[in-house]
């Protein structure tokens, strides 16, 4: 898989901003966990079940990243995919190939929308009728994560010359004029 020959190099700055978008993202997690468990333990249990499989698809991928065991913006978006990665992934050699970092990415997508659906889904039928500012308050923290984390962690990431995601970011530089900050073109 084809890296990057000039990795970005994190700025106390970076940390600090990663931290800020990663915050609603907390705040969404802790908030859908507790009012899931409220109802019900088993359905708090697979909503964590869920985070676990986007953090081992994460996993895998983080084993050919550039970033891997130094600072990676994924510790503050609340995954523990770096440390797992290094773990399951001792053996540098043995990086993924690229169609493996495609299927790895596509199954992080179904875990983490499947993941924000399910949540939602839950806190909407259950809660709904008693708290409907809570759950409209969590889902705007959710989509305030989104485009804070896109427009910060894309331009930066190390797998930003293959990764689908960095390309609609590339796409939208280009028609904006946007610029965040960091080396987004790739080799």
């Known amino acids: 898989m084809s890296q990057k020959k000039h990795v970005y190099q994190w700025s106390k700055k970076d940390r ?3 931290l800020i ?15 899931l468990a409220r109802e019900s333990i ?24 550039p970033y891997r065991g130094g600072y990676c913006p994924g510790v503050c978006q609340l995954y523990f995919a770096p440390f797992l990665s290094m773990l399951m992934y001792k053996d540098t050699e043995k990086r993924l190939s690229h169609w ?16 924000y659906v399910f949540a939602f889904y839950w806190l909407f039928r259950l809660h709904w009728q008693e708290h409907p500012l809570v759950v409209l308050g969590l889902l705007v923290l959710l989509l305030l994560h ?16 293959i990764c689908p995601m960095a390309n609609v970011h590339r796409v939208f530089k280009k028609d904006s004029d946007f610029d965040g900050g960091g080396d987004a073109s790739s080799d």
């Open 16 to 18: 600090l901003l990663h």
């Open 21 to 35: 978008s990663a915050a609603p993202l907390i705040t969404f997690y802790i908030g859908s966990i507790y009012l």
């Open 42 to 65: 088993y359905l708090a249990g697979i909503f964590l079940l869920l985070w676990v499989g986007v953090n081992l698809c994460v996993a895998s991928i983080c084993a050919g990243c």
């Open 100 to 115: 493996s970092f495609k299927v790895n990415l596509a199954l992080l997508g179904i875990f983490g929308i499947g993941s």
């Open 146 to 161: 989104m485009p804070l984390s896109f427009f910060m962690l894309c331009p930066k990431c190390g797998y930003n010359n």
